[in-house]
């Protein structure tokens, strides 16, 4: 069962991994050198990965059993090293974890009700 703060966790990484998937709905790498783009998706992985970190130990397990480990790496380095974070990986990960992250919460939060 899920306590309080996780399910409210959850629902602002859902939050702003919709966020991500609408800024970037039908855009192309070539676009993605928008740099306010890429921080709109910075700025919202880093939220998700400090959300992510603060999900309870008692499920810590089932957390990390999906990408929600490699976005909080992945938060870590935008926040210590912004200026070298490589635009392909960002893409990728706005593109393919981002709508996995998303539905692997989804799935936890339909499972408790």
Avoid: W
């Amino acid at each position: 069962m899920l306590c309080i703060k996780d399910k409210e966790n959850l629902i602002q990484i859902l939050k702003h991994c919709k966020r991500i998937e609408d800024k970037t709905n039908g855009i192309d790498m070539e676009f993605f050198q928008n740099l306010d783009l890429r921080e709109i998706v910075c700025f919202n992985i880093l939220l998700i990965g400090e959300l992510a970190g603060c999900l309870s130990s008692d499920n810590s397990n089932e957390y990390n059993s999906i990408s929600l480990k490699r976005i909080k790496e992945m938060s870590d380095v935008i926040e210590h090293k912004y200026e070298m974070v490589d635009k392909e990986v960002l893409f990728n990960t706005a593109k393919d974890n981002i709508p996995e992250i998303k539905n692997y919460c989804k799935s936890i939060l339909e499972n408790e009700k």
